[in-house]
Every structure is written in C-alpha cells, then in structure tokens.
C-alpha cells in the first residue's frame, strides 16, 4: 500500500521558517508528480504547491510564491517544502499528495500541524 | 483562480437514502473536475475523476455527471459508512482549487 509520510510540522513565531518533509514509500515515487495541500477551518483545502515528477515544473500559490520552495530529491523518495517568512495565516494542516494516474490525488499523508503565533 | 462552489453545506439524510451534492466552477473547467470523500481522523479518497470516473474499489452507489457547467455528485441509497466530508476539485488550470464541501450527515 502506498505510504506518504509528512514530518517537520510544529509550532513557530510569525516571519520564522520550516522545512516539511514527505517520505514516500512502496511506489516508484519518480513516476509521480507531488503536492502539498493545507487544509485550514477557514479556507479549507488549498494547493499551494506542486512539482512534476522530474522536478522540471513547479507551481506555486499566491499565498505562498516567493516564500516556500517545493523540491524532490528522487533517490532519496522524498519531498520537502521550505517555508519562510511563516505569517499567522499559514497556520495549517500540510498534507503531500501523490498525483495518481487519473491526474488527481489518489493518496495523501496523514498530514503534519504548523501553527505560527508568538 | 477557479472557484468551486459546493452545495448545500450541510445534507441530512437517513441511511437507504439519495445524496445529491453540487460543485459549480467560476468559470469553464471542461471535464476535468474530480470528488473525494473525507472521514474523521482519515485522508481524503478519491472517488470520481474527470467529472464521471470512479476510481479504483469505490462502489457503483457513487456517481458523478454535469450539466453545463454544473457537476454534481449523486450517491444512491446511502449507507452509514458514507457520513462524511465531499470536496469537488479541479486541475483545468493551476491553481488547482478545492470546493468548500458538502457534509453529508446522519439524519
């Protein structure tokens, strides 16, 4: 079964930075673009990033371009999300997401907390 | 950015009973709309890609379709382990952006 696995999530003051990492597992994970999705109780689920599976196209939200940089390291079946100059609106849950064959997200973490307040 | 609109927020339904939720784009989004379902404490999973599509093991009670530019996700007699979350999405263009959802719950 496919396993996503987030880490690097906590609590941190606003204009401070983060690195989220995603573990994945039992799939080919170069076959596959990636994503992080936060979900908020406010703006419930947004995609703020997202990487094809060469690393070659990247997306970034508004909300986030110019603070969070998306990367894969294929060798090592892993994602990362830097997150810089964190304000209290991103405060959320961050899940990764694989983008199946459908072209949706077919699996997604668990998902790991960051709260930004001081 | 596409917004979707889901509707109604909230569905009150008794087991054995037809759910019937609405996802209406901004703008022209072709087929490329999908749902997923959300439990507490699970991940969401995906159950309809481009607009009609069931994924792989979701059972036949779920079904997808549109009109226009309004899609709509039906669930057939519904039963207690389908009281949850539905979010539409779509990946037309990136964005890719999520509706708000539609709770379907336990009458």
């Known amino acids: 079964q496919v396993r996503l696995e987030e880490s690097g999530g906590g609590l941190v003051k606003p204009g401070g930075s983060l690195r989220l990492s995603c573990a994945a597992s039992?799939?080919?994970?170069?076959?596959?673009?990636m994503a992080w999705i936060r979900q908020t109780p406010g703006k419930g689920l947004e995609c703020i990033s997202y990487?094809?599976?060469?690393?070659?196209?990247?997306h970034y939200a508004d909300s986030v371009k110019g603070r969070f940089t998306i990367s894969r390291d294929n060798a090592k079946n892993s994602l990362s999300l830097q997150m810089t100059n964190l304000r209290a609106e991103d405060t959320a849950v961050y899940h990764c997401a694989r983008e199946g064959p459908t072209w949706f997200f077919d699996y997604w973490g668990q998902g790991t907390l960051i709260t930004v307040s001081s | 950015e596409i917004v979707l609109t889901q509707s109604p927020v909230t569905l009150s339904l008794s087991p054995g009973e037809r759910a019937t939720l609405s996802c209406r784009p901004s703008q022209s989004i072709s087929s490329s709309l999908a749902w997923y379902q959300r439990k507490p404490g699970q991940t969401p999973r995906l159950l309809i890609y481009d607009t009609s599509f069931r994924a792989t093991g979701i059972p036949a009670r779920f079904t997808g379709s549109a009109s226009g530019t309004h899609f709509t996700l039906t669930i057939n007699n519904l039963e207690p382990e389908d009281f949850a979350i539905y979010y539409c999405?779509?990946?037309?263009?990136?964005?890719?952006?999520f509706g708000g959802g539609t709770r379907v719950e336990s009458k």
């Open positions: 999405q779509q990946r037309t263009s990136w964005p890719f952006t």
């Open positions: 039992r799939f080919t994970f170069s076959d596959y673009s």
């Open positions: 990487i094809s599976r060469d690393g070659t196209t990247i």
